[in-house]
């Protein structure tokens, strides 16, 4: 046996709960019908999420290697008929923090490595705080927010040896086909972007935009780089690091010490909820994008100031979906819906139950509610009043900020997203590189494939040919992998 490699033969047993009761299904959420939102009483799903965001400290779990920079966002377009949010008027100037990060590796991990990249904004808008927490890649690995923590745990080293070991990661996405798509992406060269400028953000899940008259639109959000997109290719990933293992970090920071301060347009793509029905796959499923749909643009942002302290301000940024404003809403998205608590949950953790009152999470409006106490608290409250409601300090509701209706039909349940569509999109991907970056791809992901036990390398093998023949019998090859045994498994796939 290799260092790091897992025993075959484990004797099967009951998965249970951190109070012994046996576990009953751990693959999905449950949901307030096929399409609902996910329920809050799936207990399962909650203390995974909080035994989760609490397994470190004070680092954090993912995208603790992260980079921040401050600056503006203007609306270029006026959208007051799909969303109540004031920051989409035209004109209108917002300031904005931003944390680019890896997802993966440590605090002092190099910027070479391969790794999905955050991209991650604070808009201080006038509603209060919006953040767009996203990454460089448009879709994600699973799509229940369920799988985040064992997914985060095959990517991380083996906790015997602290070495990172392909085998683990392969184990697990080869039970995991919807990820083939944004292994795809993680492969390619996008895997090791040349640098922070110039790479593209997504927003990756669907959200919703509602206007004043509480009517939705599905949106998805992309940041597009003024600068162009470049990445590095396998063979000057040792060049680089070897100059400077933070490079990513140090052409940020220089470029705007300069003077050249970067620039990205964001987009927007917009669905009708009558239009959901029409696709082969579920629009709200985050492992897919929607290929069809138009970008419409609706702003640029400008970082121009660096940090004046690095732990004040980009290590204690505090970012998470659940920060928004009306105007914009979560889908039903599982994986969002997820996403929405721990983020919260984790930061409520790292930096305690009044982080958002440090200087970088603070809203540029005066705050009003009845929250108090809790360590590090430096409000200034005077009033004897932390209730409502109360006629001696009244705090009113606004109905206007309230969330819009859902329809919603059936059972509680606990099962897969149907259609799946697992592969077409990968195999679109493929098929969009050039020859060079395919070859990148296939040597690149073959390469690190190979390391896997034989039954999880073949049934990546198969997900990939299912993809696209050229790409999975090129990858098979590398991997030193059998094509037959390949095409066999991908024969009993459905898209």
Same mark, same amino acid.
């Given at each position: 046996?290799?260092?790091?490699?897992?025993?075959?033969?484990?004797?099967?047993?009951?998965?249970?709960?951190?109070?012994?009761?046996?576990?009953?299904?751990?693959?999905?959420?449950?949901?307030?019908?096929?399409?609902?939102?996910?329920?809050?009483?799936?207990?399962?799903?909650?203390?995974?999420?909080?035994?989760?965001?609490?397994?470190?400290?004070?680092?954090?779990?993912?995208?603790?290697?992260?980079?921040?920079?401050?600056?503006?966002?203007?609306?270029?377009?006026?959208?007051?008929? @799909?969303?109540?949010? &004031?920051?989409? !008027?035209?004109?209108? =100037?917002?300031? $904005?923090?931003?944390?680019?990060? +890896?997802?993966?590796?440590?605090?002092?991990?190099?910027?070479?490595?391969?790794?999905?990249?955050?991209?991650?904004?604070?808009?201080?808008?006038?509603?209060?705080?919006?953040?767009?927490?996203?990454?460089?890649?448009?879709?994600?690995?699973?799509?229940?927010?369920?799988?985040?923590?064992?997914?985060?745990?095959?990517?991380?080293?083996?906790?015997?040896?602290?070495?990172?070991?392909?085998?683990?990661?392969?184990?697990?996405?080869?039970?995991?086909?919807?990820?083939?798509?944004?292994?795809?992406?993680?492969?390619?060269?996008?895997?090791?972007?040349?640098?922070?400028?110039?790479?593209?953000?997504?927003?990756?899940?669907?959200?919703?935009?509602?206007?004043?008259?509480?009517?939705?639109?599905?949106?998805?959000?992309?940041?597009?780089? @003024?600068?162009?997109? &470049?990445?590095? !290719?396998?063979?000057? =990933?040792?060049? $680089?690091?070897?100059?400077?293992? +933070?490079?990513?970090?140090?052409?940020?920071?220089?470029?705007?010490?300069?003077?050249?301060?970067?620039?990205?347009?964001?987009?927007?793509?917009?669905?009708?909820?009558?239009?959901?029905?029409?696709?082969?796959?579920?629009?709200?499923?985050?492992?897919?994008?929607?290929?069809?749909?138009?970008?419409?643009?609706?702003?640029?942002?400008?970082?121009?100031?660096?940090?004046?302290?690095?732990?004040?301000?980009?290590?204690?940024?505090?970012?998470?979906?659940?920060?928004?404003?009306?105007?914009?809403?979560?889908?039903?998205?599982?994986?969002?819906?997820?996403?929405?608590?721990?983020?919260?949950?984790?930061?409520?953790?790292?930096?305690?139950?009044?982080?958002?009152?440090?200087?970088?999470?603070?809203?540029?409006?005066?705050?009003?509610?009845?929250?108090?106490?809790?360590?590090?608290?430096?409000?200034?409250?005077?009033?004897?009043?932390?209730?409502?409601? +109360?006629?001696?300090?009244?705090?009113?509701?606004?109905?206007?900020?309230?969330?819009?209706?859902?329809?919603?039909?059936?059972?509680?349940?606990?099962?897969?997203?149907?259609?799946?569509?697992?592969?077409?999109?990968?195999?679109?991907?493929?098929?969009?590189?050039?020859?060079?970056?395919?070859?990148?791809?296939?040597?690149?992901?073959?390469?690190?494939?190979?390391?896997?036990?034989?039954?999880?390398?073949?049934?990546?093998?198969?997900?990939?040919?299912?993809?696209?023949?050229?790409?999975?019998?090129?990858?098979?090859?590398?991997?030193?992998?059998?094509?037959?045994?390949?095409?066999?498994?991908?024969?009993?796939?459905?898209?």
């Amino acid at each position: 046996m290799t260092l790091g490699a897992l025993p075959l033969s484990i004797q099967a047993a009951d998965m249970t709960q951190d109070n012994g009761a046996v576990v009953g299904d751990n693959q999905n959420s449950q949901t307030a019908g096929a399409h609902g939102p996910v329920l809050l009483q799936d207990v399962h799903l909650i203390q995974k999420l909080q035994r989760f965001d609490r397994e470190r400290i004070p680092e954090r779990v993912v995208h603790a290697r992260g980079t921040g920079a401050h600056g503006t966002f203007t609306a270029t377009d006026n959208l007051g008929e @799909l969303t109540k949010a &004031r920051l989409f !008027t035209m004109g209108t =100037v917002t300031p $904005v923090f931003v944390r680019f990060s +890896s997802v993966v590796h440590g605090t002092h991990s190099p910027e070479t490595l391969r790794d999905p990249r955050g991209f991650a904004t604070k808009f201080y808008t006038a509603d209060g705080n919006w953040d767009l927490v996203g990454n460089n890649f448009p879709t994600f690995f699973i799509r229940d927010a369920i799988k985040f923590p064992d997914m985060v745990h095959a990517f991380k080293p083996d906790p015997r040896t602290n070495l990172d070991d392909d085998s683990r990661r392969f184990d697990f996405f080869s039970h995991v086909p919807e990820s083939t798509r944004t292994l795809t992406e993680l492969y390619s060269n996008a895997g090791i972007p040349a640098s922070y400028r110039e790479m593209d953000g997504n927003g990756v899940h669907a959200y919703k935009f509602v206007n004043a008259e509480n009517k939705v639109h599905y949106v998805k959000f992309h940041w597009k780089s @003024l600068q162009g997109t &470049r990445n590095l !290719t396998p063979k000057n =990933v040792a060049q $680089v690091q070897g100059a400077d293992y +933070s490079h990513m970090t140090n052409d940020l920071v220089s470029h705007i010490s300069k003077g050249n301060f970067p620039k990205w347009d964001l987009y927007v793509q917009l669905l009708k909820p009558e239009e959901m029905g029409r696709y082969e796959f579920d629009p709200l499923d985050a492992t897919k994008v929607w290929p069809d749909v138009p970008l419409r643009k609706v702003g640029q942002m400008v970082l121009n100031r660096n940090p004046a302290n690095v732990f004040q301000e980009t290590e204690q940024v505090a970012m998470a979906p659940s920060n928004l404003i009306p105007g914009i809403e979560p889908s039903e998205d599982r994986l969002l819906q997820g996403r929405l608590f721990s983020y919260a949950d984790t930061q409520m953790y790292r930096l305690g139950a009044n982080a958002l009152q440090l200087p970088i999470n603070a809203a540029k409006k005066s705050i009003n509610n009845a929250n108090q106490d809790g360590a590090l608290n430096s409000a200034s409250t005077t009033t004897g009043v932390n209730y409502q409601p +109360s006629r001696l300090l009244p705090r009113s509701e606004s109905t206007a900020a309230r969330y819009s209706s859902l329809p919603l039909s059936g059972q509680t349940q606990q099962t897969k997203l149907r259609p799946e569509q697992n592969f077409k999109q990968a195999g679109d991907l493929y098929r969009s590189f050039s020859s060079k970056e395919r070859q990148d791809l296939i040597d690149s992901f073959g390469g690190s494939l190979a390391s896997a036990d034989d039954v999880s390398k073949h049934h990546i093998l198969s997900f990939l040919y299912k993809a696209d023949p050229e790409y999975g019998t090129g990858v098979t090859h590398v991997a030193k992998g059998d094509l037959r045994r390949v095409q066999e498994l991908a024969s009993h796939l459905l898209d």
